[in-house]
């Protein structure tokens, strides 16, 4: 899905990765972890092709991002789903039509897969809201639209970046059952997150493998989780 | 060709929900529909300046050919000998292309405004004209009087070109700046349009990360805004357009107040002209709003 070869990011205060191989296998859940500040952002960023690698490879569904026309990258992107630790949305459109955006920007017919949307609407939780804006939303159910937007596309990877930044524990408990679900499905998931409680929880229901960023690498972390 | 069919349907019917991914713009609208309309409205002017000053320099060029008269007053005795004097001299003269006597009724059609048709003209000692056509190199004229005046010394030459020259060269220069004020105006809505759709694209800047996040290409977002600008330039400039042609149209009417003034309208086929002002400025909003949004889009991941 998402290779990395002697990837090295760095940006104008110094380097922040270096040398990094890393294979996203099919199916597969990763945790990302690590202190803050330490570039957690930065490597689902690299994931997704918001920014390029300094130098090394990054190649996403076998091509080389680097080579991708930025039509190509907005077309790879329809096939990863994304949720950012702030969501944004355009705050002017209705929930179902946030949740509904990545359909409409490739010009599929949304009006078409409603049933799609509502039962995805439903499975999040957010049926009583589909006509709500999104800036009327709480901070939990702005991270569940976040997540039924990442998926509508049904897309092979999921990258969400501290998707339980802003919610109490019972909500990072559904929303992880809803990460543990799609990766049932086949999904590819990949979520960062310092919260070490969540990750336990989640080995409990599936085999995710913990990655650390640590001296600008990352590296599997030991069963001591 | 089916594909420039297929862009020209998209633009005007549009899609609906790429339209609504870009919250309405509110009073950046009206200044655009306004900047169009009013920029419309000096192009019709300037192009109606244009015009006319076009007509105005025609007009007197063409009259420049044949332009000069010699005026021979003399006794009746010796009129038909100082004519053909004159006209020998005319005939030796370089630059001169012809020159030929006026006859009896053409003298008399000449006079017949100030004098009425009944008009005697045998008992008067009415001059004898001869008119001159130079060629394009011209003659010298005080070379031309000095030789007159020995050979013909009744004859008066009159080369009224050499006043009109200078207000062809005027007229010429008008209609230059009449062009250069519609270049002006276009690169002036230009300008104005690109400033205004990166005000859109600056007040939309989460609207776009967004859209590019879940995989929209350029072109994608570039047509929501592209959409919006070209069909308020469009019909702002239609408004302007019409509401100067219709100023245009009830000016007083100059042709009758002089030989060579000309009323500052259009004429025939020329009312055609400014109509195609309106695709212009949807044109020029097309072209400046794309090249905006896209450098913007460059920026971004």
Redesign the interface.
Known sequence: MIELHNVAYSYGGGELFNDISLKLAPGSFHFLTGPSGVGKSTFLKLC?????ATSGQVRVFGADASQMT??D??????RIG?V?QDC??????PLA?NVA??L????RD?SAEAANLTELLNWVGLSQHTDALPPQLSGGERQRAALA?AVI?SPDVILADEPTGNVDWEMSQRLLSLLVELNRMGKTIMVATHDLALIRAAKAQVGARVLRIQNQSVQLAGADL | MNQAIVALRALFVGDVHADRVVPPTGYTAWLTLFVSGAMAFLAVFSLALSLATGRLADRWSSELARSSTLRISAPSGQMAAQTQAALEVLRTTPGVASARALDEAEQRALLEPWFGPDLPVDSLPIPQLIEVIEDSDGFDAEGLRQRLAGEAPGAVLDDHTRWRTPLVKAADRLRLLGVISIILIAATTAAMITLAANAALAANLQVIRVLRLVGARDVYIARAFVRRFTLRALVGAGVGTVLAMIAVAILPDAQAAGGFLTGLGFQGVHWLLPLLIPPLAAIVSFWATRTAALRTLGGMT
């Open positions: 997704y092709m918001e920014l390029a930025r039509d990258i907005a077309r790879n992107r329809r994304v950012h944004k949305f355009l705050d002017h459109l039509a955006l990545p409409t920007v490739a010009g949304a937007r596309m």
